[in-house]
């Protein structure tokens, strides 16, 4: 029967305290930062029309480069991230 060793730093960073949870300051994420609740534009959707309709209606009237994403939320709402507020 063999009997195994382990190597100490090995062993160390298997016990040692896991790194902090908190997100670090990326700069990913300072170039690109999340948007918030005040540049969000809340629709109402109907179930037979597609998304890309509404990312169209808003482009038009907004520009489209103002728009950053759009999403439906259930079948009842649709959600665009507009570049400011």
Do not use: W
């Amino acid at each position: 029967m063999k009997h195994l060793t382990t190597n100490s730093s090995m062993y160390n960073n298997l016990t040692s305290t896991p790194p902090s949870t908190q997100s670090q300051p990326t700069y990913a994420r300072a170039a690109n930062p999340l948007p918030t609740k005040k540049q969000a534009l809340l629709l109402p959707s109907d179930e037979g029309i597609p998304l890309f309709n509404y990312i169209l209606a808003v482009g038009r009237q907004i520009g489209p480069s103002n728009i950053l994403t759009a999403s439906k939320i259930s079948k009842q709402l649709v959600c665009i991230y507009l570049s400011t507020e």
